[in-house]
């Protein structure tokens, strides 16, 4: 059974500071997704990792992935209020067939 | 307009009752899930179909059923069976993994 664990559960920052995302997950898989959830709304695709070694980049958010460490990172650089969220990572069973999801990580930035 | 819609947005049902959450999409995918969320929690798979007249049960499936007679329609019906059926269902259509969600249907049991 595929497992993904995200950590932290909540993180709480100032704006301006750098922070990490850590995604692990159990059993093999080459592809990964991160995305983006506000407060009573629905998810907002962010990134889609496709292999190992694969980056992906978008404003002041950085994507990685690496399948033999089973372990993705959301990278956020000089935070800024707008990136408040939950933000979920999602790995493919390798079939296509479906996704499974970590616990999301509650994103709070402080002015 | 194009994309998910999904219907009602928000729901309240007593105890006992069976409820029917719409899902349509008209971006011709033929992938259709379902997928419900709890306060504070990640998203767990209900059902999902791949192909019009054929789905199989996700994680949760208990005290749900689901239909698919057309490519565009994919309808979840919360059972009186399920428990504690109080969540935010969403419905999402992709193709090879990457998901697009619908905007998500809160059900309330009263």
């Known amino acids: 059974e595929l497992k993904v664990e995200q950590n932290p559960l909540f993180l709480s920052m100032q704006e301006g500071k750098n922070y990490t995302i850590y995604c692990n997950y159990s059993?093999?898989?080459?592809?990964l997704y991160w995305y983006r959830q506000d407060p009573g709304k629905s998810l907002e695709s962010l990134f889609v990792?496709?292999?190992?070694?694969a980056v992906k980049q978008e404003g002041r958010l950085m994507a990685s992935l690496d399948t033999k460490a089973r372990l993705s990172t959301l990278h956020i650089t000089a935070a800024v209020h707008d990136l408040s969220a939950t933000y979920f990572c999602?790995?493919?069973?390798?079939?296509?067939?479906?996704?499974?999801f970590g616990g999301g990580t509650r994103l709070m930035v402080k002015p | 307009d194009g994309g998910i819609t999904q219907s009602p947005k928000y729901l309240f049902r007593k105890e006992g009752q069976n409820v029917t959450l719409s899902c349509e999409q008209n971006l011709n995918h033929d992938a259709m899930y379902w997928y419900r969320q709890d306060p504070g929690q990640g998203l767990r798979l209900i059902y999902y179909s791949q192909i019009v007249n054929d789905f199989q049960k996700g994680d949760i499936a208990e005290g749900y059923s689901v239909s698919r007679e057309k490519k565009e329609s994919f309808p979840l019906t919360v059972t009186s069976a399920q428990k504690n059926p109080t969540a935010f269902y969403l419905c999402a259509i992709g193709t090879t993994g990457e998901l697009f969600f619908g905007e998500g249907s809160r059900l309330t049991v009263l």
């Open positions: 059993t093999t898989s080459d592809r």
């Open positions: 999602a790995v493919d069973d390798n079939a296509g067939n479906m996704l499974t």
């Open positions: 990792l496709l292999s190992n070694g």
